[in-house]
T-cell receptor, first 117, second 114 residues
Framework: AQSVAQPEDQVNVAEGNPLTVKCTYS??????LFWYVQYPNRGLQFLLK??????LVKGSYGFEAEFNKSQTSFHLKKPSALVSDSALYFC???????????????FGAGTRLFVKA | NAGVTQTPKFQVLKTGQSMTLQCAQD?????MSWYRQDPGMGLRLIHY???????DQGEVPNGYNVSRSTTEDFPLRLLSAAPSQTSVYFC?????????????FGDGTRLSIL
């Protein structure tokens, strides 16, 4: 079965320190990979995506993500965390067109990031 | 350009009542989806549509109906509300071309079933 795992319910980091939010997936083929962020009482907002090519993808608000095919991981990173980065982060994968025809996106359970001043 | 608009933002229902959650997008996106968000479970797909007149079931479709008569609108109907349907519901859309495009989300409807 296809799945996305975010092994940490919460990540705590001090402001100015680097942060990593982990994501691993189990999806056949070479899926598209996404990260979204959710602020309180808001919908999900797109941060970045991996399609192909360079394993390090840069996105919005200084975030980047590292794709590792052999480990089927797509970890979200930021060199220097801000208090305003505190939010709920979701990893998501989408089949390129296999069984689901490229229609469905599978989301992880989410990781709450808390950045302390 | 409003993006994806969901109404109402909050709703309280009694068990057995029915209601329709509205979703509209002004980006001319073919693909639209409904998700429910529950603590610790991420987003689960309820129903989706790949264009006007075409809908299909997602992971958790029981107790919900959808229709897609226009490109812009994708309402979600609860037929007979149950406490297990207490959740936050999100509508999302994306263009049909190039399946690598991210989804655009509304701000959700927070639904409580008593």
């Amino acid at each position: 079965a296809q799945s996305v795992a975010q092994p940490e319910d919460q990540v705590n980091v001090a402001e100015g320190n680097p942060l990593t939010v982990k994501c691993t997936y189990s999806v056949s083929g070479n899926p598209y990979l996404f990260w979204y962020v959710q602020y309180p009482n808001r919908g999900l907002q797109f941060l970045l995506k991996y399609i192909t090519g360079d394993n390090l993808v840069k996105g919005s608000y200084g975030f980047e993500a590292e794709f590792n095919k052999s480990q089927t991981s797509f970890h979200l990173k930021k060199p220097s965390a801000l208090v305003s980065d505190s939010a709920l982060y979701f990893c998501a994968v989408r089949d390129r067109g296999g069984v689901t025809g490229g229609f469905k996106t599978i989301f992880g359970a989410g990781t709450r990031l808390f950045v302390k001043a | 350009n409003a993006g994806v608009t969901q109404t109402p933002k909050f709703q309280v229902l009694k068990t057995g009542q029915s209601m329709t959650l509205q979703c509209a997008q002004d980006m001319n996106h073919e693909y639209m989806s409904w998700y429910r968000q529950d603590p610790g479970m991420g987003l689960r797909l309820i129903h989706y549509s790949v264009g006007a007149g075409i809908t299909d079931q997602g992971e958790v479709p029981n107790g919900y109906n959808v229709s897609r008569s226009t490109t812009e609108d994708f309402p979600l109907r609860l037929l007979s509300a149950a406490p297990s349907q207490t959740s936050v519901y999100f509508c999302a859309s994306r263009p049909r071309q190039e399946s690598n495009q991210p989804q655009h989300f509304g701000d959700g409807t927070r639904l409580s079933i008593l």
